[in-house]
C-alpha cells in the first residue's frame, strides 16, 4: 500500500506562486502516475497535472504555462510548482498515485489527504 502525505497549501495573493509536494512512502513494485486534482465542496475531483514514472506530463488547459509538475524520484516525492495563481485556483488540492504493488498484480489507487490552497483577489 502506497501513503501519500501533501504539504505546502496555504494562503496566497492574486499573481503569486505556492509549491505543493506529495511525498509517497510504502512498498511497492512501482509507482506508474503520480497527480494533482483539485475539488471544490460538492463537486468532482478535476485534474491539475500528472506526471509518469518516465517523467512524461501532462496538464488542465487551465494550468498551462503556471503550473509545472516535477518528480523526485530519490525522495518519491512530487511537487506542483503554481505560478501567477489566480482566485478561481482556491480549492483543495489532492495528490493522487496509481501504482502496481506487486508484479503481475494490475494498477491501485490512492488518495492524500488533501491541502487548501486559498488564493485572495
Known amino acids: 500500500q502506497v501513503q501519500l502525505v501533501e504539504s505546502g497549501g496555504g494562503l496566497v495573493q492574486a499573481g503569486g506562486s505556492l509549491r505543493l509536494a506529495c511525498a509517497a512512502s510504502?512498498?511497492?513494485?512501482?509507482?506508474?502516475?503520480i497527480g494533482w486534482y483539485r475539488q471544490v465542496p460538492g463537486k468532482q475531483r478535476d485534474l491539475v497535472a500528472v506526471?509518469?514514472?518516465?517523467?512524461?506530463?501532462n496538464y488542465a488547459d487551465s494550468v498551462k504555462g503556471r503550473f509545472t509538475i516535477s518528480r523526485d524520484n530519490a525522495r518519491d516525492t512530487v511537487y506542483l510548482h503554481m505560478n501567477s495563481l489566480k482566485p478561481e485556483g482556491t480549492d483543495v488540492y489532492y495528490c493522487?498515485?496509481?501504482?502496481?504493488?506487486?508484479?503481475?498484480?494490475?494498477?491501485?489507487?490512492?488518495w492524500g489527504q488533501g491541502t487548501q490552497v486559498t488564493v485572495s483577489s
Open positions: 493522487n498515485a496509481n501504482y502496481i504493488k506487486v508484479y503481475g498484480q494490475g494498477p491501485s489507487v490512492t
Open positions: 506526471i509518469s514514472s518516465g517523467g512524461s506530463t
Open positions: 510504502g512498498r511497492t513494485f512501482r509507482i506508474n502516475t
